[in-house]
């Protein structure tokens, strides 16, 4: 009997950074083409984490599923707020993804596509960590 072939869910490349500034908090994620590395860092925490997450085939799924309903892939290149006197530097993020056929290279500074609130819950759930999210609710 053949096993039914599942699609390859595997990205090419996964990089997600997102940095505040004025907490010292640092999250980053990174696939190394066997497992993603998430590090975790924050001023008020003397230690930084380093953990190894191999996402099951429905959590790939699942995070894909997310990926495409909230159009990471029509994302652009930069979104910034720059800072001068009437605000406070506040946080720093950067994402590149190649899956399959599709491609974003995007980054930030004290601004947002609309769905990325969005992407950082897929991120959490794909992961199983939380990200200190400077504009949480």
């Not at 899956?99 to 609130?117: A, C, K, L, M, V």
Request: aromatic fraction near 16%.
């Amino acid at each position: 009997m053949e096993k039914t072939q599942l699609p390859n869910l595997i990205p090419d490349k996964l990089f997600f950074r997102y940095q505040i500034f004025n907490t010292g908090y640092l999250f980053s994620l990174n696939w190394d083409g066997n497992v993603l590395v998430a590090e975790q860092f924050s001023k008020n925490s003397s230690e930084e984490e380093q953990i190894k997450i191999v996402p099951d085939q429905d959590g790939w799924a699942d995070f894909w599923d997310e990926i495409f309903s909230i159009d990471v892939w029509g994302w652009h290149e930069l979104y910034e707020i720059k800072c001068t006197e009437s605000c406070v530097e506040g946080d720093e993020w950067e994402l590149y993804i190649r899956f399959d056929e599709e491609q974003i290279e995007s980054h930030g500074s004290n601004s947002y596509p609309s769905t990325f609130r969005d992407f950082v819950k897929a991120v959490e759930e794909l992961t199983g960590l939380l990200i200190n999210f400077i504009h949480e609710d």
